[in-house]
């Protein structure tokens, strides 16, 4: 049954360096590099080495604990080298590219003809089964699971995030085959949420077998934790997956033409990006490819995502696996004299959701923001900031107090099975102490998934 | 104010040629951050953040108690006048009166405050704000009396 859904509380960040409508193709990287870092939980096991020939879709690594679970190359050549960080942990898996890509060989699939067990098998061998997380705990999804839905947010709301419907344009047929693989995952529904407002691409508008909901309202409106707290909100033992649309898009393709062809768009935006466009990538590019000649480089920070949920990469690190985004942002690394810039000036051009800033009402359409902390930590303090922004019917301070004590009982009480880390991303944002509210409820989630899953 | 930045860079870089000068750090770090936005970026989690840090929102607070702060002062000085059973003074003699009283109030509950957290903060080597304007603003209409 369609449902319309409306977010009332949130803030849409406004801030200048959006993407044009037009993409083209970035150049083929020399490397490329699957960061199991990008996943969260995961102990990877090597399963080659440093010199193994490799193809587009050779599993790379698998999860230790959960073997079926592969991570394949997204481009054929040779392994590199394995980037370790402290105590020997795996940053990077880097593969030098060949010039052109070689595939493992694979048979389209009958989609239609599948069972639950058999999509998963399919899903699992061609190494497509990361695309596909799970709430709560916010981490790739139990293949021994069965969900009682699955979420795909049709639209992003994050500051300056990507256009779907521009991502996904002329993708129906690969996007249907990807919704038509999910429903025979679950017992439920396939949702899919689209924006009240509607002007949706065909790919949304014309797949069939989905639930469509509409969505209005500020960010988050476009993530899919609020999306499942309205429409089918998670209770104690229930499990619920999502998929990234245009990673949908991708499970199609390769199921679709039987070979991992994990190329897809990835907006560069971002007040230091001098030519913000779409560019087409494979999974793992290298992110040089897409900003040199095309962004400034003085004092300037590159961040794989969005500013709110993104992590941030060196000039020539690697794009994330599920980030669909560049931005490039000034460094504030300046000191602000107090009565100009500082914590005394007027602020018509300081960007605040606080009323102590005349810029809620009087500011410009568009704001120019740098990292600058803009303070520093401090008590946590009740101001009625994250109340403001949090949507969902849950106390977010009580909350992250309750994971800062470490006790599990509260936090079960108080909501952490309905919550990931990114809808606490606007929180942070807002916050008058400073208080890191994502890191913090990692960590609470990492506890819950550790003492009582 | 680049010959104030370099004044607070100075007296940093002189703070910490010895282990006895560093432990005045809080003294100058408070005076410094009073000056300054200081330039730490963010690390994790969101790169972006709002432009709202508790020193504006304190800020805040006691211009929102200035005008409480005045008429108390006022009423300090009414109050006196009333007592000798008859008003003799004028609104600005009645208030004068009132600020002479209750400003030696105000001074020493926010030195006495401000000077034990300098202390600590020397003491413990940690520049934790202890939220000195956090504490109940003190109100002339208290001393009316």
């Not at chain 1, 803030?11 to 083929?28: C, H, M, N, Q």
């Not at chain 1, 490397?31 to 990008?38: M, N, R, V």
């Not at chain 2, 104010?1 to 408070?30: C, G």
Request: neutral net charge; hydrophobic residues 40%.
């Amino acid at each position: 049954m369609s449902k319309s859904i409306k977010i009332r509380k949130g803030l849409d960040i406004r801030i200048k360096g959006d993407a044009e409508r037009s993409s083209t193709e970035a150049p083929l990287s020399s490397t490329y590099a699957i960061k199991p870092t990008d996943f969260h939980g995961l102990i990877p096991k090597l399963l080659k080495r440093v010199g193994d020939p490799v193809k587009a879709g050779t599993p790379i690594f698998q999860d230790k604990y959960r073997e079926d679970i592969k991570y394949v190359s997204p481009v054929s050549g040779k392994i590199q080298e394995v980037k370790r960080g402290a105590k020997r942990k795996i940053l990077e898996v880097v593969i030098e590219a060949d010039k052109e890509i070689s595939y493992e060989p694979g048979a389209p699939v009958d989609i239609a003809s599948l069972d639950r067990e058999t999509a998963k098998e399919a899903l699992l061998s061609s190494g497509l089964w990361p695309f596909i997380k799970m709430r709560p705990i916010d981490v790739v999804a139990n293949y021994t699971d069965t969900p009682k839905s699955i979420f795909i947010s049709g639209f992003d709301s994050s500051p300056l995030a990507p256009d779907y419907d521009y991502l996904l344009y002329t993708r129906d047929k690969e996007f249907q085959a990807g919704v038509d693989i999910l429903n025979k995952l679950t017992e439920g529904n396939v949702n899919l949420q689209l924006r009240a407002k509607g002007g949706a691409d065909a790919s949304f508008t014309q797949v069939k077998k989905v639930v469509t909901n509409k969505v209005s309202g500020p960010h988050p409106a476009g993530n899919v934790g609020p999306q499942i707290h309205q429409i089918d909100p998670i209770n104690k033992g229930e499990v619920v997956w999502t998929v990234n649309a245009q990673d949908v898009a991708i499970i199609g393709r390769c199921l679709l033409t039987g070979r991992h062809d994990a190329s897809k768009l990835v907006a560069l935006t971002g007040s230091e990006a001098t030519n913000r466009k779409y560019y087409r990538i494979i999974i793992g590019a290298n992110a040089s490819d897409v900003l040199n000649g095309n962004s400034n480089t003085d004092n300037v920070r590159y961040i794989s995502g969005n500013v709110l949920t993104g992590s941030q990469i060196e000039a020539d690190g690697y794009i994330g696996f599920y980030d669909s985004q560049l931005t490039v942002v000034p460094e504030g690394n300046e000191h602000k004299f107090f009565l100009t810039k500082g914590w005394l000036e007027p602020g018509f051009k300081k960007l605040s959701n606080n009323s102590a800033y005349p810029s809620k009402i009087f500011g410009p359409k568009k704001f120019d923001v740098d990292t600058n902390l803009n303070g520093e930590e401090r008590a946590f303090v009740v101001t009625g900031e994250y109340e403001k922004v949090f949507p969902f019917d849950i106390y977010p301070v009580h909350l992250i107090k309750s994971v800062m004590i470490n006790d599990i009982d509260s936090m079960e009480k108080l909501g952490i099975y309905e919550v990931a880390p990114e809808d606490f991303a606007l929180c942070e944002f807002v916050c008058t102490s400073k208080i890191n509210s994502q890191e913090i409820v990692r960590e609470g989630l990492d506890v819950i998934h550790k003492e009582c899953m | 104010m680049k010959f104030l930045r370099n004044i607070f860079d100075n007296a940093h870089a002189k703070l910490n040629k010895s282990e006895k000068t560093k432990k005045l750090f809080p003294l100058v770090d408070s005076v410094d951050t009073l000056m300054f936005t200081p330039n730490h970026t963010t690390s994790g989690g969101a790169h972006i953040r709002d432009g709202i840090d508790l020193k504006r929102t304190m800020m805040f607070v006691i211009l929102a108690l200035i005008p409480c702060l005045l008429f108390g002062m006022y009423n300090v000085g009414l109050q006196h006048d009333l007592a000798n059973s008859t008003i003799e003074w004028s609104g600005v003699d009645q208030f004068l009166y009132g600020l002479m009283k209750v400003l030696p109030f105000i001074v020493v509950s926010y030195g006495a405050g401000l000077g034990v957290e300098f202390i600590f903060a020397i003491k413990e080597r940690s520049c934790r704000s202890r939220g000195i304007f956090s504490f109940r603003n003190v109100d002339s209409t208290d001393y009316a009396n």
